[in-house]
């Protein structure tokens, strides 16, 4: 399985990035949601997005708005990774279409929690 990690932060990329790859994702990341969109113009593919809200370029919402609108994208999951833990945010980002919601700071087990959930954390990973 494949992860793209959006957040401008390269720290906190590194940080989710090395989790998926714990769980044995192969990771790409991007700096803003319009680099995101690049690699996924470009031909990327992924079946997980960990995305940031707080971004300049384009945020986290614009790019999960940009994906939804996309029927070739409709099979990646999102999951928004941010310090926004409103519950106007928390609702505005899963109407958008994101399916799930990770408020920054987080534990590599509440990632893998939110992806058992989700159905992605792989099989050898769960016994």
Known sequence: MRALVIDDSRTMRRIVAGTLE?????????????DALDQLEAGAEVDLAC???NMPVMDGLEFVTAVRANPAWRAITLMMVTTEAE????VRALAAGAHEYLIKPF????????????????????A
Request: aromatic share 4%.
């Open 107 to 126: 534990t590599p087990d509440a990632i893998r929690d939110k992806l058992d959930l989700l159905g992605l954390v792989p099989v050898e990973e769960l």
């Open 87 to 90: 519950h106007s945010q928390i």
């Open 22 to 34: 714990g769980l044995g994702f192969e990771t790409l990341q991007a700096e803003h949601g319009r």
């Open 51 to 53: 995305i940031d809200w």
